[in-house]
C-alpha cells in the first residue's frame, strides 16, 4: 500500500507522520486491499483540517473532518474512513459460508459407469423379421438391429423375458 502525505500552509513533521501512517496502518484490519491511500493536513486561521482519500479494490472512500487541534482533526477523519470500511467489509463479505460439496452419491443418482466391451458390426442388407430373429439366435444374443425389407427403415428386434418377440421402430412425425 502506498501512502501519500500532503500539508498545505504547515509544515509536515516527523510524529505528523507517523501519526497519519499508524492510523493508516491500523484500518488493514478492516480491508486487506487497500490500493494506495493519501492523507492531506492543512491549516486555515485557527481550524485544521485533514482529509483522507483511500483506493479499496474498486472503491474510493473519501471523508474529512475539521477540529482545534490536528491531531483531533485527523481522528475524527479517521474515525469517519474506519466506519466506512466496515460497511465496504459487510458488502463484499461473502454471507454463505463456503461448504464443500460432497459428490460421492452421484453417482448413484446418475447410475453405474457405462462399460462397453465389445463393438459389433452388423450388415445393414434388408431383411424381414423372420431372418433378423434367425439371426439373432444364431448369434445368441437377446437383440438383434436390421433393416426392414418392406418400410427400408432400421428396426430392432428382441427377445423378451416370456420368450415371445418385440420389435423397435422408428416414429414417423
Known amino acids: 500500500m502506498r501512502i501519500h502525505m500532503v500539508a498545505r500552509k504547515m509544515k509536515l ?8 501512517g499508524g492510523k493508516i496502518e491500523k484500518m488493514r484490519e478492516y480491508a486487506d ?5 493519501q492523507a492531506i493536513v492543512s491549516v486555515e486561521k485557527k481550524t485544521h483540517n485533514a482529509e483522507v482519500i483511500m483506493h479499496v479494490g474498486h472503491q474510493t472512500i473519501k471523508a ?5 487541534d490536528l491531531y483531533s482533526a485527523i481522528d ?11 460497511k465496504y467489509k459487510g458488502k463484499t463479505k461473502n454471507h454463505r459460508a463456503y461448504r464443500p460439496h460432497d459428490f460421492s452419491d452421484f ?13 459389433k458390426d452388423v450388415s445393414s442388407k434388408p431383411m424381414n423379421i423372420e431372418e433378423a430373429v434367425f439371426e439373432m439366435e444364431k448369434t445368441g444374443y437377446n437383440f438383434w438391429f436390421f433393416m ?3 418400410s427400408k427403415q432400421m428396426q430392432v428386434v428382441f427377445k423378451r423375458l416370456d420368450d415371445s418377440y418385440g420389435i423397435l421402430q422408428p416414429l414417423k412425425k
Open 13 to 20: 513533521t516527523k510524529p505528523i507522520k507517523d501519526f497519519i
Open 76 to 86: 475524527k477523519v479517521m474515525d469517519k474512513i474506519e466506519i466506512q470500511l466496515k
Open 107 to 119: 453417482s448413484a443418482i446418475v447410475g453405474p459407469k457405462i462399460k462397453i466391451s465389445v463393438v
Open 64 to 68: 474529512s473532518a475539521a477540529s482545534d
Open 33 to 37: 486491499n487497500i490500493v494506495w491511500t
Open 148 to 150: 426392414d425389407k418392406p
